[in-house]
């Protein structure tokens, strides 16, 4: 803690501004590997979620043999695909869920790390 206070004080007598706590934390490696760690799985599975829920009224729009493909007597190819949505979607949730906790346990021990050097 004290090295850094004279860092910080050594660059503002040089006239450079002192870096806050939340810079130094934002230009660490660890903090930008998980910055790439987090873009990596909510990049795909946000562009994943949006091509699936925009294909039903897609699909119905433009698609309706496909669509009206009977499966059973009274179940057709749209209803389990309309269907299939809320299933995706709650798979999607349970898979950020453990994602996130994989970020907050990295965040966890990256803050740990810094306070060392913070």
């Known amino acids: 803690m004290q ?3 004279n860092s910080d004080v050594s660059a503002s007598a ?3 501004r002192p870096q806050t ?6 230009e660490s490696a660890q903090f930008q590997q998980l910055v790439r760690k987090k873009r990596a799985f909510l990049i795909p599975a946000t562009i ?3 091509v699936y829920y925009f294909a ?3 699909l119905a729009g433009y698609a309706k043999p496909l669509m009206a493909t009977k ?7 749209g209803y389990l695909f309309a269907l299939s949505q809320f299933v995706m979607a709650w798979a999607l949730a349970h898979l950020y869920a453990k994602k996130a906790d994989e970020f907050d346990h990295t965040a966890s021990e990256m803050r740990k790390n810094m ?3 913070l």
């Open 115 to 117: 306070r060392g050097g």
């Open 71 to 77: 499966i059973t007597d009274s179940i057709n190819f």
């Open 3 to 5: 090295a850094n206070l």
């Open 21 to 26: 706590e939340w810079e130094k934390i934002a």
């Open 48 to 50: 994943f979620f949006i």
């Open 14 to 16: 040089k006239g450079a």
């Open 56 to 58: 039903l009224p897609i």
